[in-house]
């Protein structure tokens, strides 16, 4: 069975920092782009970061770049988001997520999700 | 960055009604959209991709069309399950951007 799972999230101040894991199991990892979705209370879906397979080249939302960062490791099937200089905006649940074969193609598995809450 | 549109941002129907959701892009993303379907939660489903195609698994009375910047989805008969938020995604360049999200609600 296809699965993603995520840990790591939790309560911390602002200006604090927290990773994110997500462990991935039911497929060939290295060969899949990756990404985390996040939802802060009662709002919608944000894209936040994408790696993709195989070298992992990545990208960022304009709200997190410069202080979150998106990493793989393929052969504990892994991806990772460390997050460094957090906000009261980034209260979220974070869902890790699995593209398809082709980028382009949507997002077909996804994880449960872990809520991150930043707050003093 | 492409912003997505979604209308209405919130609709009210019964079972067994046709109900359609539109999805507009701010500049054309080809057939790169996808619709997804979020229960309270719960992570959200993909549903449909490229615009049109059924993801495997997803009732056939769930469709999309579209292509450039207007794109709708379309579900033939509504059904108890079917009541949730719903969600277009752009794909076509990052980053990648969701519309506002659209209630479905039970009238």
């Known amino acids: 069975e296809v699965q993603l799972l995520e840990s790591g999230g939790g309560l911390v101040q602002p200006g604090g920092s927290l990773r994110l894991s997500c462990a991935a199991s039911g497929f060939t990892f290295n060969t899949y782009a990756m990404t985390w979705v996040r939802q802060a209370p009662g709002k919608g879906l944000e894209w936040v970061s994408g790696i993709s397979g195989g070298y992992g080249s990545t990208n960022y939302a304009d709200s997190v770049k410069g202080r979150f960062t998106i990493s793989r490791d393929n052969f504990k099937n892994m991806v990772y988001l460390q997050m460094n200089s957090l906000r009261a905006d980034d209260t979220a649940v974070y869902f890790c997520a699995k593209y398809r074969a082709v980028v382009n193609y949507g997002l077909d598995v996804w994880g449960q999700g872990t809520t991150v809450t930043v707050s003093s | 960055d492409i912003q997505l549109t979604q209308s209405p941002s919130f609709l009210s129907a019964s079972v067994g009604d046709r109900v359609t959701i539109t999805c507009r892009a701010s500049q054309g993303i080809s057939n790169y959209l996808a619709w997804y379907q979020q229960k309270p939660g719960k992570a959200p489903k993909l549903l449909i991709y490229t615009a049109s195609t059924l993801q495997s698994g997803v009732p056939s009375r769930f469709s999309g069309s579209g292509s450039g910047t207007e794109f709708t989805l379309t579900i033939s008969s509504l059904q108890p399950e079917d009541f949730a938020t719903y969600y277009c995604?752009?794909?076509?360049?990052?980053?990648?951007?969701f519309g506002q999200g659209t209630r479905l609600e039970i009238k």
């Open positions: 995604q752009q794909l076509d360049n990052y980053p990648i951007t």
